[in-house]
């Protein structure tokens, strides 16, 4: 099998996956660990992934609990060096048997130093994983956010917090992190009109491709501003929120992908590492004068959180609730949880 590249460039290596071809956006992921996280993680829809680390598969695939949805979402995978002996407490199966019975290809052997130099240079490519050339696919060009949300609403607990939580490809420890016993979390597709529902915050979701592509969705966000009420946008979420706010995002050269990204608080100068899956940034000049930066990403100063001056609307472009790690922004989501508290009159546990 061959990674073909739109640029003509070819990389062969040896299968490890299933035996079928994907076509997708090639990216890379600079985290040292964490595959089974990406490759569950509905950001990653209609991309094969590229992993920059050496070892890939030494402590296998633990239990489908674990997995950030319900199967992987990736195209494809391509690695350097895949090991078929794993060791690990909480694994269930093989990395590459989780890539089989999920129909999945992924290579290995591939010269990956070389193939993440190249998408550096001229950034993310089109490419497809086959035996022999075929058609590519720009996944960007459709809306991959309604692919991977859910078609039904969910409920989570029965607190007196009320959230709900917009599903553009949510990941599982965002519920997780607010799925607490004084709240009620609310999943909703990415299309839902919660106009006429009861809660007292909303949360928006990661998800994949151009944030551009879910205008209901915005039009509900500019909708519930109107009332006030508090909103937290995580990745994608806070693309949108920037887009119902008023400003403008852009499609980055090769995105930001991995749990090393660094990111600087714009107030208190402190610099946290983050986990990050996204192609498309906010655009800082874009935002109305009411809006500031909160984060920006201490590598090429793009925007990674944006807050209201006087309003409780915050996101951030980063994942606070990060699995496996790292865990230094988990108290973006303590905060959230306080302050609703704190409008309920009640003590949360956090």
Known sequence: ????????????GESFGANAPAAGEVVFTTGM???VETLSDPSFAGQIVVGTFPLVGNYGV???ELFESEKIQAAGLIVSEYSPTYSHHEARGSLADWLKASGVPALTGVDTRALTKKLRDRGVML???????GEFVNPNRENLVAKVSPKEKKVYGSGPIRIIAVDCGMKENIVRSLARPEVTLTRVPW???FSHDQYDALVLSNGPGDPEMCEITIKHIREAMRDGKPILGVCLGNQLLALAAGGSTYKLKYGHRGQNQPCIDVTTGRCYITSQNHGFAVDAKSLPSSWEVWFENANDGSVEGIRHTSRSWRSVQFHPEANPGPTDTAWIFDDFLQELAGRRRITIKI
């Open 62 to 64: 633990p239990s489908s």
């Open 33 to 35: 660990t964490g595959y």
């Open 1 to 12: 099998m061959k990674l073909f590249l739109e640029d003509g460039s070819i990389f062969e």
């Open 191 to 193: 299309n839902y009109d």
């Open 127 to 133: 490419g497809q994983i086959a035996p022999h050339l």
